[in-house]
């Protein structure tokens, strides 16, 4: 392992080098849920935990926009995903903070095309992010590319609604 890149309510990340092609990986230890996972999904390997299998949905086809799972696996206590690790990169959030929240109308412009269609995707994907805020959004900070990240939190969707209940990240509920 090289780093932490973070911590949340849902594990943490740490940054490696991946043994088979040595490039950078981003690897999330999420704790096994005390409950069953989201169930069967038809087409997809279930794994017994929601991420896994939302990420697994959103695979084909790929969305240029979504982080992409390249494996995942089990130890006693956690799922162990691990997923591509785009560089240079960084979360929208720093990417403001570290350009002084000063961005060219290009710029801006470009990364929210992008969000919107990294949501769409979801979506064509029968899939609900569920938290999409500043830091579960990768820049790119040369291309301006964002990957959308952390499925922990998502939903699957579908049929004649697309989301039936109400989903808000508490940092959110404190502000």
Same mark, same amino acid.
Request: negative net charge; aromatic residues 8%; glycine residues 8%.
């Given at each position: ?25 981003? @690897?999330?230890?999420?704790?096994? +849920? /005390?409950?069953?996972? =989201?169930? $069967? ?5 279930? #794994? %017994? ?30 799922? @162990?995903?691990?997923?591509?690790? +785009? /560089?240079?990169?960084? =979360?929208? $959030? ?5 350009? #002084? %929240? ?51 939190? %998502? ?21």
């Amino acid at each position: 392992m090289l780093d932490d890149l973070g911590k949340g309510s849902y594990g943490f990340v740490r940054l490696a080098i991946h043994k088979s092609d040595h490039r950078k990986v981003a @690897i999330k230890f999420a704790p096994k +849920p /005390e409950t069953e996972g =989201t169930g $069967y999904l038809p087409g997809y390997l279930y #794994s %017994g935990n929601s991420e896994v299998d939302l990420m697994n949905m959103m695979k084909e086809p790929h969305s240029p926009h979504i982080i992409e799972l390249l494996e995942w696996f089990e130890d006693q206590d956690n799922v @162990i995903l691990v997923m591509e690790y +785009p /560089e240079p990169c960084e =979360t929208l $959030y720093c990417f403001i903070k570290h350009n #002084s %929240g000063r961005l060219e109308h290009s710029a801006v412009r470009m990364i929210i095309v992008h969000i919107v269609q990294a949501a769409k995707d979801c979506i064509d994907h029968g899939v609900c992010h569920g938290d999409i805020h500043s830091g579960n959004i990768l820049v790119n900070t040369a291309s301006l590319n964002i990957k959308l990240i952390d499925f922990g939190c %998502g939903l699957r969707i579908g049929g004649k609604w697309l989301c039936q209940s109400f989903i808000i990240s508490l940092v959110f509920l404190h502000n």
